[in-house]
C-alpha cells in the first residue's frame, strides 16, 4: 500500500530544476504532497484529486496521472528554502480509512548555494 | 488560528515503562490521526478519530498502545509497555472533513520518543 517515490535524495543547486515521482499500486483517489524541515511537522503543499490534475504552488507544482496511478513533484528554479524532505500521501479509491494517507519514505532535496 | 498542539515535545524513558503523549487539534476539526514516524521513514498511520469514534486502527500495535479520544476534542496515546523499536516521532494530525473538499491535514511539532 505504501506508494513508492524516488529518487530517493537530490542535491541541487540553486536555481535548478527537480522532478520527484510518487507511485502507487492501487488505484487512487487522491494525492498529497508534504514538505518536512529536519525537526519539524510535515507541512501540506498541495493535493491533487482528479486524474490528469496539475497544480501550482509559487514555482512548486505537481501532476496526476490517475491511468498509471503516478504523480510528479516539479520544483523549478529551486530556493534554498526549499530543501527538506519530500513525502506524497495517497488514497486509494477502495480505502476503507476515511480520509487517512498512506505515505511514502520521502525524497531528501538539499538546495546550496 | 493556533496549530495542532503536542506534548511533551520529547520523552526518553527505559523499555518496558509506559508513556504518554497528548494532542489538542486544530479548533472545530472533527478528524484526529495519530502517526508514527520511524527515522528515515515516512509517517504510518496508527489510529484515526472522527470525533470521539475510531474509524480505523488497523495499524495501531493493540497489545501494547492504545488511544482515546474524550469529548471528541484532545486525544492521548499511550504504550505500554514500550519496546526499542517504538522509537519514533509521534505527530498527530487533524482536519475537518468535508467528504468532496480538500482533505488537507496539519500536523503538529510532534513528540520525538527514545526507548533505552
Known amino acids: 500500500q505504501q506508494p513508492v517515490q524516488s529518487p530517493q535524495a537530490v542535491i541541487l543547486r540553486e536555481g535548478e530544476d527537480a522532478v520527484i515521482n510518487c507511485s502507487s499500486s492501487k488505484a487512487l483517489y487522491s494525492v498529497h504532497w508534504y514538505r518536512q524541515k529536519h525537526g519539524e511537522a510535515p507541512v501540506f503543499l498541495m493535493i491533487?484529486?482528479?486524474?490528469?490534475e496539475q497544480k501550482g504552488h509559487e514555482k512548486i507544482s505537481a501532476s496526476f496521472n490517475e491511468k498509471k496511478q503516478q504523480s510528479s513533484l516539479y520544483l523549478t528554479a529551486s530556493q534554498l528554502s526549499y530543501s527538506g524532505t519530500y513525502f506524497c500521501?495517497?488514497?486509494?479509491?477502495?480505502?476503507?480509512?476515511?480520509?487517512?494517507?498512506?505515505f511514502g519514505k520521502g525524497t531528501s532535496l538539499l538546495v546550496t548555494p | 488560528e493556533a496549530g495542532v498542539a503536542q506534548s511533551p515535545r520529547y520523552k526518553i524513558i527505559e523499555k518496558r515503562q509506559s508513556v504518554a503523549f497528548w494532542c489538542n487539534p486544530i479548533?472545530?476539526?472533527?478528524?484526529l490521526y495519530w502517526y508514527q514516524q520511524i527515522l528515515g521513514q515516512g509517517p504510518k498511520l496508527l489510529i484515526q478519530?472522527?470525533?470521539?469514534?475510531?474509524?480505523?486502527d488497523s495499524q495501531l500495535p493493540k497489545d501494547r498502545f492504545s488511544a482515546e479520544r474524550l469529548k471528541g476534542v484532545d486525544s492521548t496515546l499511550k504504550i505500554q509497555p514500550a519496546k526499542l523499536e517504538d522509537s519514533a516521532v509521534y505527530l498527530c494530525a487533524s482536519n475537518h472533513i468535508i467528504r468532496t473538499g480538500r482533505g488537507e491535514q496539519f500536523f503538529g511539532p510532534g513528540t520525538r520518543l527514545t526507548v533505552l
Open positions: 500521501g495517497t488514497r486509494s479509491r477502495n480505502s476503507n480509512s476515511g480520509y487517512a494517507l498512506n
Open positions: 478519530f472522527q470525533n470521539n469514534g475510531v474509524v480505523d
Open positions: 491533487l484529486l482528479k486524474g490528469g
Open positions: 479548533s472545530g476539526h472533527a478528524t
